[in-house]
């Protein structure tokens, strides 16, 4: 691939990006904003699984007997609800188990993001472009339906990936050496400790434990993402601003290059973003979580849910449809930034790699064409 190299500040040729190179930027951006978000995935998973299958939870005032705590001098907490919010969560979790507590599970998290994201970032546009070509329509298109189908496969493609890494992920960050959080608890000292543990005692099988689940969080997820963030970033460039003077938003229209149009259509791509994807996601980290046993056939099965939608209707029956929805303040708190994260981040990588690549300015805003 050659590039021409102009002084900075005058007209450059486009410069090529392969599927592999937007597979790294996708992947760095989306690592860069994970070490940020961690935190609050942490919260999140927590409040998700307190009070699982209970009608009613009560409050943790003191050790209370229950079932195996995962040390000697845990608290058992099945059941119970031990936290009143995402801030509640996340201050008792930081005064108890110090940053490494918050920081649960950072090392498969980063893994994990480097096959979600990076599949999902990379893969995006070569996936859009094909589905166009099968369709009928000019590549460079902006297609809604195909847009859709683009950021859901290439979301399905990283969640298959990733999914032995988002399992131990949630599983860490579920474990507390306080309490039992949930009605399981698994306690990994590192990413290839869990690895090791579950094929040890569940099988290869178990790598694969929630994959449906996984799929259909990321594809709800990954169908919003990218597509509302481009409608958002088109809306916003070719903004007619003489057609509506009070638009609160004019003072962006018309800078596609900008980071504050990247920043405003990131936040609200992650706002579509959570409100699609959390009964999946709620769905997903019990699954993962769940107990599991050796069957007759010696197969290792969950022994609360056989599927996300089992999951679902479990919870819907016994702690209403909002329990749907526990963790919801955490996982926006969580999503928003991560999504605006990744995407500016994205965006800045992207620019600074082919101004860089172009012998250009860092600051340049380059014409990008991908392959």
Same mark, same amino acid.
Request: charged share 15%; hydrophobic share 40%; glycine share 10%.
């Given at each position: ?66 079932? @195996? ?5 845990? &608290?058992? +907490?099945? !059941? %119970?609800?031990?936290?009143?919010? #995402?801030?509640? /969560? ?44 099968? @369709? ?5 298109? &902006?297609? +809604?339906? !195909? %847009?859709?189908?683009?950021?859901? #496969?290439?979301? /399905? ?56 689940? %996984? ?157």
């Amino acid at each position: 691939m050659t590039s021409s190299s102009p002084t900075a500040g005058t007209t450059a040729a486009p410069v090529k990006i392969s599927t592999a190179e937007g597979f790294v930027t996708g992947a760095l951006a989306a690592m860069t904003a994970v070490t940020v978000t961690n935190p609050m995935e942490v919260c999140k998973t927590r409040m998700q699984l307190q009070g699982e299958l209970m009608s009613s939870a009560p409050r943790v005032l003191s050790g209370q007997a229950g079932s @195996a705590a995962p040390q000697a001098g845990a &608290q058992a +907490a099945v !059941g %119970a609800r031990l936290y009143k919010s #995402s801030l509640d /969560c996340f201050t008792k979790t930081l005064k108890s188990e110090g940053i490494k507590g918050v920081q649960r599970g950072i090392g498969a998290a980063y893994v994990y993001q480097v096959l979600l994201n990076g599949s999902r970032l990379g893969f995006y546009e070569p996936f859009r472009k094909a589905i166009n070509r099968a @369709a009928g329509r000019r590549p460079e298109e &902006q297609w +809604a339906a !195909g %847009a859709f189908a683009a950021g859901a #496969s290439s979301g /399905c493609v990283g969640a298959i990936l990733g999914n032995p890494l988002f399992l131990i992920k949630a599983r860490i960050q579920a474990y507390s050496p306080h309490f039992v959080i949930g009605r399981a608890s698994h306690n990994y000292t590192s990413t290839i400790d869990g690895l090791s543990k579950i094929i040890k005692s569940e099988g290869v099988r178990g790598l694969v434990r929630g994959m449906d689940a %996984a799929v259909l969080r990321t594809a709800m997820g990954s169908t919003v993402q990218l597509p509302a963030y481009t409608w958002f970033k088109g809306y916003l460039t070719n903004m007619d601003v003489e057609a509506n003077p009070y638009n609160p938003l004019k003072f962006i229209a018309n800078k596609p290059n900008s980071f504050f149009t990247y920043f405003a259509s990131s936040i609200f791509s992650g706002l579509c973003v959570c409100a699609v994807m959390q009964p999946a996601d709620t769905a997903l980290t019990r699954m993962y979580n769940q107990p599991v046993r050796v069957d007759e056939r010696g197969r290792s099965v969950g022994t609360l849910y056989r599927n996300p939608f089992h999951c679902l209707y479990l919870t819907a029956k016994a702690e209403g449809v909002l329990g749907w929805y526990k963790g919801t303040t955490a996982h926006l708190f969580r999503i928003a930034p991560h999504t605006v994260l990744t995407l500016v981040v994205n965006e800045a990588y992207l620019r600074w790699y082919t101004n860089f690549k172009a012998g250009r300015s860092l600051l340049d805003a380059p014409a990008v064409k991908k392959m």
